[in-house]
């Protein structure tokens, strides 16, 4: 009898409390909305969320950080516990770094943690537009968010350059160098661009200052607004699915929100957050003490930025020397001015894919079913072609490396990924696109005539047959549930007259589409199955006869 | 559909979460073994030499490089002359494993040692008989009792353009490289400041006082000895190996785990 009064009381005290606060914000409409969002189910979707969590890690441990970290270039004398710098000239920065480090207590984990969270968040972000990619999930409604998450990304990078600086070691300066040199390379703006960046002559007093305000306010309050705008959008269009038994354009199978999503995102927060520690409390990362504090005079070998800017860096390696030349008096530095373009090129081809895909199929519907990848066997291939690329420019980076830990010479080795950013993403591509129609035709074989048994029949007549086992029809939802684009042709327009716009996109929608697979029709299907009956008749009738 | 729901309930038992646990155990066997590193080892310094030493170095020397750098140390087409390249060069080369020589290439391999140290000794006795030439650095160079900030300081500007601020080594052109310095005995390192062998610069006393050698050599011994605070080290490489691991071990491991309770809700 008290139990249920207790009960009660409690309900009401919560009942009011969600009534006090519907009646002055309206949550409940709020809460009915978005509590009620669904979330299907497949391991792939969760990347997006690992690159917010490691985000929110990020924020956590910077926070830590920013209690200790002293963003000046003064020059002061160490004095700390980490004894082959002590009495070294250095930046208050670096000081203050290798006091976080040794002296401030948790601060080497933290430390850490926010540099291992950083590595994730652009991994995971990174893979997370691999998936959206390869599925079609930038499709029509999602082509802005697809632009918003390419933001997100390069905001990413720049949010780890900046931080990467900060410490103003030795290595990180190295990094920066490189930078003030890119800048200086672009023609006629570049050195106005670096002194203004600098305060002066690289490296400055300002630099860290600078980038501090960029790393701890402007970058990261940008991340968070375009973090705020994919998030909302990722409501507003409802999630996407993969193809199965009663999933269609116009719907969205899954679980709800409130409750199941909720309890399992929250879990999975941690779940991330306890790896990054994992990994932080065992492995060393950016060992800055090592390094010593930033001098412009010494280079180190090994010199390697943060995986993500990897790429960038790979490409200023593999651009071939000799480059430049002078126009006029001023020194145009090809060498350094065609990785920059190759870089920004490449950049904006991914930014505006989504775009071009849909010019060339000239789709206007809304897709909320994913593809499979082989079902779009030229995008898959762009694809494939595109990660090869960044990748041969990615391994770029470490040339050096590579050439002597496997014990090659350094000057094959680069001229070798010279060669293979050219050579290797047009080999992925046609092996790509193959694979994807091979595998295509693998599927309709299954629809058609189902899978291998691996059951021998000897028929009366003496004939052997494998008898096939026919998919069954959930099985067939993803085989064969997909669209059919095919080649368009180039069409006059009002004036009657064919235009090089129209005729380029009949070549591109050739490219595209021109050896595409249909998809298994039904009544394809239905033929087959009949025969297949047929067989299994004769089949049985064998082994009774048997009998 | 019984039988194939039966199969997905079983996996979130046995395969997947066995592919988490191999792929842990392996991590953590794989770190492990990296993250112990052989002590370094110090050698002792040679003896003076007798007349009988000299003769027994000549004999290992006509038995053991004479065919390449000629009976008399002259030098022949395949190598260069040893006289005048003193006691501290024979040292060098021969302690570390690297004469004699397997095959030409840019630059010779660090080996197992293939001599005794009294017999690396003889050697040395025997081609400082030849001429003068550099000695064996003593106890002022390899104390290792110097100033390891001002040591870490020379290091960063005389050194780790070509050995790596971290003393972890690096890549010059076709084939050649600068060794990594984490496993170099104080006289080794003495002695390739002294003498520059292959393609390294020498820093002579001028250059590089004794004291100053000793700075640094202290500086790296402190690198040798003291393993990082902030756990494995990942070989020392920066960022390349650091951003291997936070694409194979960190994201792995989180896609490991999404795989695993994606599996669950099938």
Not at chain 1, 491 to 502: D, L, V
Not at chain 2, 101 to 119: E, I, R, Y
Request: charged share 15%; glycine share 10%.
């Amino acid at each position: 009898m008290s139990n249920t009064a207790t009960a009660k009381k409690k309900n009401g005290f919560l009942a009011g409390t969600a009534n006090y606060v519907d009646e002055r914000v309206g949550v409940a409409g709020v809460l009915k909305e978005f509590g009620r969002k669904i979330f299907p189910d497949h391991w792939s979707f969760m990347l997006g969320e690992v690159a917010l969590y490691s985000f929110l890690v990020l924020l956590l441990s910077g926070t830590f950080l920013t209690f200790f970290f002293q963003p000046s270039m003064t020059d002061v004398i160490y004095n700390g516990v980490y004894a082959p710098l002590k009495g070294a000239h250095m930046s208050i920065a670096y000081a203050s770094s290798l006091d976080i480090s040794f002296e401030v207590r948790g601060g080497l984990l933290m430390r850490q943690v926010h540099h291992w969270s950083a590595l994730l968040f652009v991994a995971a972000a990174g893979l997370h537009m691999l998936r959206v990619f390869f599925t079609g999930a930038f499709r029509k409604p999602r082509e802005l968010n697809w632009v918003v998450g390419f933001v997100l990304f390069v905001l990413g990078m720049a949010a780890g350059f900046t931080g990467y600086s900060l410490p103003d070691d030795l290595l990180s300066g190295n990094g920066l160098r490189i930078i003030d040199g890119m800048i200086k390379g672009v023609p006629f703006i570049g050195t106005w661009i670096s002194s203004l960046l600098f305060g002066g002559e690289f490296p400055g007093h300002s630099i860290v200052g600078r980038l501090y305000s960029l790393h701890i306010m402007l970058v990261p309050a940008l991340i968070l607004v375009f973090l705020a705008i994919h998030l909302v959008m990722l409501v507003l269009h409802k999630h996407t699915h993969y193809s199965a038994a009663g999933r269609k354009d116009s719907n969205i199978v899954g679980y709800p929100l409130m409750p199941v999503y909720v309890a399992k995102a929250g879990g999975f927060f941690f779940i991330v957050f306890g790896v990054i520690m994992l990994i932080a409390s065992f492995f060393t990362i950016n060992p800055i003490w090592n390094y010593g504090g930033y001098d412009p005079s010494p280079v180190s070998a090994g010199t390697q930025p943060d995986w993500y800017i990897g790429w960038l860096d790979g490409a200023l390696r593999l651009a071939p020397s000799h480059l430049e030349f002078m126009a006029g008096n001023v020194t145009v530095s090809m060498n350094i001015l065609l990785p920059l373009i190759i870089s920004l090129v490449f950049l904006a081809l991914v930014a505006l894919y989504p775009f071009f895909e849909n010019w060339v199929t000239g789709d206007k519907r809304e897709h909320h079913v994913l593809d499979r990848p082989r079902n779009a066997p030229v995008r898959t291939a762009i694809g494939a072609a595109g990660v090869t690329f960044y990748a041969v420019l990615w391994a770029g980076a470490s040339t050096d490396l590579i050439a002597t830990n496997f014990k090659m010479s350094l000057n094959q080795v680069l001229l070798t990924m010279q060669v293979s950013l050219i050579i290797l993403p047009i080999v992925a591509f046609v092996v790509t696109k193959r694979i994807c129609l091979a595998l295509q035709r693998k599927d309709q074989e299954i629809a058609l005539h189902g899978r291998e048994s691996g059951r021998i029949v000897r028929l009366p007549h003496g004939e052997y047959i494998e008898v096939h086992e026919a998919a069954n029809e959930y099985d067939l939802f993803k085989l064969v549930d997909y669209k059919d684009y095919q080649p368009t042709l180039a069409r006059p327009n009002a004036q009657g007259k064919i235009t090089i716009r129209a005729r380029m996109r009949a070549a591109a929608s050739s490219f595209y589409f021109k050896d595409s697979v249909s998809p298994t029709t039904q009544t394809a299907i239905e033929a087959n199955a009949h025969h297949a009956h047929e067989i299994e008749e004769q089949v049985q009738k064998a082994i009774e006869n048997q009998k | 559909m019984q039988i194939l729901k039966k199969k997905l309930n079983g996996l979130r038992r046995s395969p997947k979460a066995l592919v988490i646990i191999l792929f842990a155990g392996l991590l953590a066997v794989g770190t492990g073994y990296t993250a112990v590193s052989a002590a370094m080892s110090a050698s002792p310094q040679a003896a003076s030499h007798s007349a009988a030493q000299v003769t027994y170095g000549k004999k290992l020397f006509l038995s053991n490089c004479a065919s390449c750098h000629g009976k008399n140390a002259e030098g022949t087409a395949n190598a260069p002359t040893l006289i005048g390249v003193g006691e501290a060069s024979v040292d060098f080369q021969v302690s570390t494993g690297r004469m004699p020589g397997a095959a030409s290439g840019p630059q010779l391999q660090v080996k197992p040692v293939q001599f005794t140290n009294d017999q690396i000794a003889a050697m040395a006795a025997y081609v400082g008989s030849l001429a003068t030439g550099p000695a064996i650095p003593g106890i002022a160079y390899t104390a290792g009792n110097g100033d390891a900030q001002k040591g870490g300081q020379l290091f960063r500007i005389n050194c780790a353009m070509c050995h790596n601020a971290a003393g972890q080594g690096g890549a010059l052109t076709e084939g050649k490289y600068a060794p990594a310095l984490m496993h170099s005995s104080a006289k080794t390192i003495a002695e390739a400041m002294i003498l520059g062998p292959q393609n390294m610069p020498v820093f002579n006393d001028a250059n590089l006082t004794p004291q100053e050698k000793n700075d640094i050599i202290t500086y790296l011994q402190y690198l040798q000895t003291h393993s990082s605070a902030g756990g494995d080290e990942l070989g020392g490489l920066g960022p390349v190996t650091e951003g291997l691991l936070a694409w194979l071990g960190l994201l792995g491991l989180i896609i490991a785990i999404t795989i695993w309770l994606g599996a669950k809700s099938n």
